[in-house]
């Protein structure tokens, strides 16, 4: 007798219980850093308020800072208090507060890590974790292989039998192809692949998940998400600040390395995949995977790429400096702040139709946005007079910050006469649900508690993003200095030439 078909009414009940982890805890390295603070430590305490972690959960802090548990536990408590999403409740951080350790020392420090081994231990005892410990790596990439190297060392990343271990990598993944294999390399000596998750967490954020959800579980958008109906996409993910104290980190880097080899080429590859098999990791990665192998660079790098540089201007209402003015940038630095790259995807459902991706600091505000442009029509029956103000059709995926998904079309203006315009079908998160969503962090941390891996980019994935960059990089190392734009426009006219020449334009948020 078939019986993979129960009663409905219980089996809705069941797609609606939340996901819980099991016994665990969460090791942070870093965790006087800005991300823990504003980030990772206001996540743990909105899943535990959210009932989404185990009764002895336990979180354990790791840094030169010369404190006791008790310090360590009043900095998550301020921490908490300034960032977390949901209500402060006594009660939940009593029960937090039951599992908190913090382990003063270097990563160098051999004593450190085994003071950190016997930490874990008597946690097993005394919150029942069950030997099962995430260590987020929430430090610099050149501290990633002593850490790593010293979780072998002292035994921190063996698993024994029913209880599990995990790396959890924060990006840059490398800063190109040889240096992030040589990164995989180094961690998986440590941990096996299927025990590491890369955090990007733009995957965390419930727009970028509803890109799935779009493409594939309606039947208006799939038929003509190809070839035969979208004249391009545009990937912008544009900020309206500058870098702010992060020069050390920044200068050397650059808009390109930071954004476009993780965030927009994953944003990529989940509008241009096939559909795939089930939503599983192994599933959804083969797809992406195959996207990104198949992405081409134009042949003429000058001609469909930009870098460039912000100079001074105005950013709301207040005076900014230039970017080679900032503190700590050498001013003959030729770090991008700003880049854009015209790249193609060569298969049968997008052949032809380029894909336009642009990132910058200090520019007309902040957003981050998938837009999906239609053809226009192919036969008009009205005058041009008719629809000179009608824009071509499209579809427009908010990521940031205000998360939903518009429709562009055209309508015709009330009135006797015909006359047609562009008007706009928006669906925005806030409206149409009344719970919020929750902060990217809370789903990737839960994820990797859960060994879910749906949202972490895989090594592979990794690889491919820096073999399409690395070619442009190269190019612009030796081919001249960046363009330059003013701060709060939306970059340099060099941007706004390359799509000219394609017979298009840049959205303007």
Do not use: C
Request: proline residues 6%; hydrophobic residues 40%.
């Amino acid at each position: 007798m078939n019986r993979s078909h129960g009663n409905p009414l219980r089996d809705l009940a069941d797609r609606r219980l939340p996901r819980v982890a099991g016994p665990s805890g969460l090791v942070i390295f870093g965790v006087t850093g800005d991300l823990s603070r504003k980030k990772l430590m206001p996540a743990v305490y909105d899943l535990a308020n959210r009932g989404l972690l185990p009764p002895g959960f336990s979180l354990v802090g790791f840094a030169r800072r010369n404190w006791q548990h008790e310090d360590f536990a009043q900095v998550v408590h301020d921490a908490v208090k300034e960032h977390s999403r949901t209500p402060f409740r006594e009660e939940i951080w009593q029960q937090l507060i039951q599992g908190m350790r913090f382990v003063q020392g270097a990563f160098d420090d051999d004593e450190a890590f085994e003071r950190l081994h016997r930490t874990l231990e008597e946690l097993d005892k005394s919150q029942g974790t069950g030997g099962n410990f995430a260590f987020y790596l929430s430090v610099p990439p050149s501290s990633f292989p002593v850490v790593t190297r010293q979780l072998k060392k002292h035994g921190l990343a063996d698993r024994s039998d029913g209880s599990w271990r995990r790396a959890v990598i924060e990006k840059p993944f490398g800063h190109d192809l040889k240096s992030a294999r040589g990164l995989n390399s180094l961690v998986h000596e440590a941990f096996s692949p299927d025990q590491v998750f890369r955090i990007d967490h733009y995957l965390g954020k419930e727009t970028v998940q509803n890109i799935l959800a779009l493409r594939f579980a309606n039947t208006i958008f799939e038929p003509i998400w190809n070839r035969s109906y979208v004249d391009h996409v545009q990937i912008t993910m544009a900020e309206d600040i500058g870098i702010g104290g992060r020069a050390g980190y920044y200068d050397g880097i650059g808009a390109a390395r930071d954004v476009m080899q993780n965030h927009l080429l994953q944003l990529l590859a989940l509008t241009a995949m096939e559909e795939p098999a089930s939503f599983d990791a192994d599933a959804l990665a083969a797809e992406k995977t195959r996207v990104l192998g198949a992405v081409r660079l134009p042949d003429d790098l000058g001609r469909d790429t930009v870098r460039a540089q912000y100079t001074a201007g105005w950013q709301g209402g207040r005076k900014a400096v230039g970017y080679l003015e900032e503190d700590g940038i050498d001013p003959r630095s030729t770090t991008d702040t700003y880049a854009a790259v015209k790249v193609g995807v060569d298969n049968r459902r997008w052949a032809g139709v380029p894909f336009y991706l642009r990132t910058g600091k200090r520019l007309g505000r902040r957003v981050t946005e998938i837009a999906v442009v239609f053809q226009r029509a192919p036969h008009s029956p009205f005058a041009s007079s008719v629809t000179e103000d009608l824009g071509a059709n499209a579809i427009v995926i908010r990521v940031q910050p205000e998360e939903g998904v518009t429709v562009r079309f055209g309508s015709k203006v009330p009135g006797t006469s015909m006359e047609i315009r562009d008007v706009l079908m928006d669906f925005a998160y806030g409206e149409s649900f009344t719970e919020s969503s929750p902060e990217a962090y809370e789903r990737l941390i839960l994820d990797v508690l859960l060994g879910d891996a749906n949202l972490f980019p895989r090594t592979e994935e990794v690889e491919l993003s820096w073999k399409i960059l690395d070619p442009v990089e190269r190019y612009w190392d030796t081919n001249g200095e960046p363009a330059r734009y003013p701060s709060g426009t939306w970059g340099p006219a060099e941007a706004d030439d390359m799509m000219e020449r394609d017979g298009r334009s840049w959205r303007r948020p």
